[in-house]
């Protein structure tokens, strides 16, 4: 079984700081791993994916992330902080090509101090 | 691409009714829809997946005679909560999986709708 595990649950910085959202995952496959933005009451959009090629990603609105197989591990970075940015953020991972079903981490809320 | 479209946002009804929530992908055939539910601060919770004109498979727990699934046409996928409860108000999302670009891997997710039963 697939899992994800999201450190923090909260994470707060300032406007112009560093982002940094963390995901370990586990799965006996290689994963296909995605990061989420979900506004209230809103449904998910996807800020990027990867899925087994380049393992630096670039995704929408200055977000990157990094594939770490020997970390187990997936973090959501962005260089300069933006109000807008302000949301949750879910980190997921898929069971495999061609497989769509997602398993959720627990998700970061992530605020901005101005 | 790769747009679906969640109906409604936002709906109310009164115990023991039934309500019916409506996914569907607008540019893209979906082979299989997934619907989520997401309580308030929390992550999401797949409760089933369907497979265009087959049965829905359900997680664990999810108790299928009260959240039946319809998955009649490639573009269209319903849930709908029967006799709802006030424990069944939640938030519900669904996500189209299809065999064009994007939509490979499942990722393309409704606006979500908000169920509250009173």
């Known amino acids: 079984a697939q899992s994800v595990t999201q450190l923090g649950s909260h994470v707060s910085v300032s406007e112009g700081a560093l982002v940094l959202l963390r995901c370990n995952y586990s799965?006996?496959?290689?994963?296909?791993l995605f990061w989420y933005v979900q506004y209230p009451n809103q449904g998910l959009q996807l800020l990027l994916k990867y899925t087994s090629a380049a393992t630096l990603v670039k995704g929408i609105n200055g977000f990157e992330a990094e594939f770490k197989k020997s970390e187990t591990s997936f973090h959501l970075t962005k260089p300069s902080a933006h109000m807008s940015d302000a949301a949750e953020y879910f980190c997921?991972?898929?069971?495999?090509?061609?497989?769509?079903?997602?398993?959720f981490g627990q998700g970061t809320r992530l605020t901005i101090n101005p | 691409g790769a747009v679906v479209s969640q109906h409604p946002s936002w709906v109310i009804c009164k115990s023991g009714t039934s309500v019916k929530i409506e996914c569907r992908s607008l540019d893209f055939q979906a082979t299989t829809m997934f619907w989520y539910r997401q309580f308030p601060k929390q992550s999401l919770m797949l409760m089933a997946t369907s497979n265009e004109g087959s049965k829905a498979t359900y997680e664990q727990g999810v108790e299928k005679d009260k959240f039946l699934i319809n998955h009649a046409s490639l573009t269209l996928s319903t849930l709908t909560v029967t006799s709802a409860h006030p424990e069944d108000s939640s938030f519900y999302i669904c996500s189209a999986g299809g065999s064009a670009g994007e939509a490979n891997y499942g990722y393309t997710f409704g606006s979500g709708t908000r169920l509250t039963v009173v």
């Open positions: 997921a991972v898929s069971e495999g090509q061609g497989a769509q079903k997602l398993v």
């Open positions: 799965s006996s496959v290689p994963p296909y």
